[in-house]
């Protein structure tokens, strides 16, 4: 019997549901919407976010804000660092009522003003789809489904994508120009398949706070919705292969492995543990930050070492860390109780997980690319896997260095260029290769489904 295809795409939940329950969970209601401040802020001092430019769209302007005001709270929410910052950013909702309290000279003011729904994606030759998951941990997740709008036989290719560690959205809207959301854009249009992406908690429209969620809460939301498209009867079960951007492509062979997908496209992933990873990175920019061997080597072992040694081996945080020895403070550029925007019981739990165990057990087709330019991940690790994939008789790998990218889609002329955020420029053959990789891999079927 013919099963559903689908194409995995992870930079990661596990209800089972039908196309009809898929859609019954589908919701215009614009109190599900996200909404946009449409203004620039940047930090204040001791607390809140100047406004620095506001649209001419902007429901700050109906609040009586102007420029040059402090944004102190949200919610009766005091604004007090970056991470809560985005998780309050990420949680303001369409046409419902936010309350507001700013600064302007030295007078408070408070308002309360109503919030338009940001437009949702639309194109011309793809049907977009837009609903709602809850997680094992009660979580209402986004999910955002694309299809080509001219009629397909049944069951279809299919692609799911997951996306990298912050808490950045996978939906493509407008304004939005990084080449990462460029290279998702060309994806969608240009694979010809559905398309399943969903967002993290407090991403988007989900649920939650993305600054509190641990790495279990969110592969488990991957799991539910990879779970949901599986079943879906528009998709060819024997076709289905993960992709997964930075973080989420050393969850790829993770979701391949348990859900017996078809393939694997891993771009800027990495191979060894989390405190191998964190240690490197730190040597590398250290490096670009024009120190010498003799110098970095004596920070790694004064400070490094001791540092993610104590956070990712011992389960503390860097708050617990620096009151043992308030030295490393001087070391520390992340918050008191998270790294990257994310918690530190994300990094306990990631430490934990076995990213080279998933890679071992693969069996399946797999493309590997690392730009020569990134300087996030480490070449040694896509050798290493390389490698270790190559061992396996008759198993379909291609890896791709591919000249002068970093790990976020552009060419730089150095990883220090990159590093330093200078701009760098698109190819078009960065998006292209993926989707001729998708392509790829579709053409087969996984043979553990040729006998059902």
Known sequence: MMKTAVLVLTALLPVLLTSTTAHSQTSDDTQDRRARWHATFEPATPTGRTVTSLMPESGLTQAGMAVGDILLAVDGEVIRNGDQWWDITYNLRADTPVSLTYKRGTTLHDATIRFAPVEKEHYENLQVEYGFLRSDYNLRQRYIITLPKQPIPQPQPAIFVVGGLSCSSIEILPGRTSNFIRTLRDLVIGSGMLVMRIEKPGVGDSEGRCSETDFTTELNGYEVALKQLLADPRVDRQRVIVFGSSMGSALAPYLANKYALNGIIADGTFYRSWFEHMLEIERRILAMQGNDQATISAKMNQAYIPLYYKMLINKQTYAEIIDENPLLATYNYHGADTMYGRPMAFYHQMQDF?????????????????????????????????????????????????????????????????FLGQPGQWDERISQQLIDWAKQLNKQTNPRWSSD
């Open 354 to 418: 076995d990213v080279a165990g998933a890679w071992s057990q693969v069996s399946i087709p797999t493309r590997i690319r690392w730009g020569t330019n990134d300087w996030i991940m480490s070449e040694y690790d896509i050798d290493m896997l390389h490698h270790e994939l190559s061992q396996k008789q008759g198993l379909d790998v291609q890896v791709e260095k591919f000249d002068g990218m970093d790990h976020w889609y552009t060419i730089h002329d150095s990883p220090a260029t990159s």
